[in-house]
């Protein structure tokens, strides 16, 4: 077992020993790239003519008069190809698997969304993909396992243990292991062992620095408070990351779920429910019981719903650069409906949590003061679950009955 890639006290690389060289591989490549300035130029290239980068900014001055506060902006990494900034992070560990000469990828993923984003990527590069995918996920997400199928990837069932997710996990691992020398392991989120955090918040900082630029182009001035949600905490190390050297206040806004005081939520920084631990390779805050065990969470928003956190924002909140504050289900359902109706913008749910706080704190703020939002994915695949949440009789039969097919 070996340590490196710390972040103050987290983070690290817990191995098994047969993955030690397949990560010092990964590692050299993504140091070699990050010192190659024609590495992140090819990067920037490919984004802006498969994935709409630059996405704009867009002033949300309805939202701005309603609240009386803050001037309210958006960032809109909706706009990206598939619908979240997730791109951003797998056409990146694409090139990457180009310049390792491997030609086949693997994922794991529990909602679909990174699942469906690898396929398309590998489908791009021409890579063979094969996706792990709980039993019980695959059942209440059939619409991305069918893009999935059609993108070219082979989708595996996970019998093992739950089939949830974390299974999942375990069953990619598995594979790795015994395919190194031709696979990847695209890891989804600013989490796992080192390098994944540090290399997949690298890809994302496209988002914070064409922010930083935009603002200063357009408004002369950096604003004063940027609010992202934080599922593993990719999107809000992309934004984060073009501000961190600056008179900005950062905040991570997590899933409260029911209530911080229920029990069922996925806040592992804004709650005392959570400690710091090893698991999945990675040193960071877990939602866990007293004896390591993880523990169930819940959010409305299926990317927001996982144990562990990147051990980076750990740090970020142990030095208090960033604050971590929560939003209920309940909060970001009545923010998603204002956005929808002022503004025309439909953010996915996950989004919506940045969405929720943003709006509590607009009010207080003066009128000279900028808020920055991150619109992390766009909400067309959280229709059943919207639908489900406003209950109007309206579309019982035709919404609500589908969503229990597919959200059992
Ligand atoms: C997956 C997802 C998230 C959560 O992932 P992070 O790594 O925390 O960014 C947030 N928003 C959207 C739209 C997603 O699809």
Redesign the pocket.
């Known amino acids: 077992m070996i340590k490196r890639g710390y972040y103050g006290d987290f983070g690290g690389a817990f191995l098994p020993e047969i993955l030690v060289a397949t990560f010092d591989e990964l590692e050299g490549v993504y140091n070699e790239a990050r010192h190659d300035p024609s590495f992140w130029r090819e990067y920037e290239r490919l984004m802006a003519a498969y994935s709409c980068r630059p996405t704009p900014i867009t002033d949300a001055q309805n939202l701005t008069d309603h609240f009386g506060g803050a001037r309210i902006f958006i960032k809109r990494?909706?706009l990206n190809h598939t619908?979240?900034?997730?791109a951003n992070n797998v056409m990146g560990q694409g090139l990457l698997v180009k310049r390792m000469g491997k030609t086949r990828v693997i994922a794991e993923t529990g909602?679909g969304?990174?699942g469906v984003a690898t396929a398309t990527m590998a489908a791009r590069f021409g890579f063979d993909c094969t996706i792990y995918m709980g039993e019980v996920d695959v059942e209440r997400q059939r619409p991305n396992v069918f893009w999935m199928e059609q993108l070219g990837a082979t989708v595996v069932p996970v019998t093992d243990g739950t089939r949830i997710l974390k299974d999942a996990i375990n069953e990619a691992f598995r594979d790795w292991v015994s395919h190194m020398d031709s696979t990847h392991y695209v890891l989804?989120?600013?989490c796992g062992p080192h390098p994944f955090p540090e290399m997949v918040s690298w890809f994302q900082s496209i988002v914070g620095k064409e922010a930083r630029g935009q603002f200063l182009e357009t408004e002369g001035r950096l604003p004063d408070r940027v609010f992202a949600?934080?599922?593993?905490?990719?999107?809000?190390m992309g934004i984060f990351s073009g501000f961190f050297d600056d008179d900005v206040e950062l905040v991570g806004v997590e899933a409260a779920g029911r209530g911080l005081d229920s029990g069922e939520h996925a806040s592992r920084l804004c709650s005392s429910d959570a400690s710091v631990g090893v698991a999945q390779g990675y040193k960071t805050y877990f939602l866990q019981d007293d004896d390591g065990q993880m523990r169930e969470t819940h959010s409305i928003?299926a990317?927001?719903d996982y144990v562990g956190v990147?051990p980076i924002l750990s740090d970020l909140k142990e030095n208090g650069r960033v604050r971590f504050e929560g939003a209920t289900d309940k909060e970001v359902i009545e923010a998603l409906s204002l956005t929808m109706k002022k503004e025309g913008l439909i953010p996915?749910l996950?989004?919506a949590h940045a969405f929720a706080r943003a709006f509590k704190e607009a009010p207080q703020m003066s009128t000279d003061d900028i808020i920055l939002i991150n619109q992390?994915?766009?909400g067309d695949k959280d229709i059943f679950t919207i639908a489900d949440a406003f209950n109007d009789p309206k579309w019982k039969q035709f919404i609500i009955e589908k969503a229990k097919q597919y959200h059992a």
């Open positions: 990494e909706d619908g979240a900034h997730k909602a969304q990174h989804g989120t600013a949600c934080v599922g593993g905490g990719s999107n809000a928003a990317g927001l990147s996915a996950e989004s992390s994915g766009r």
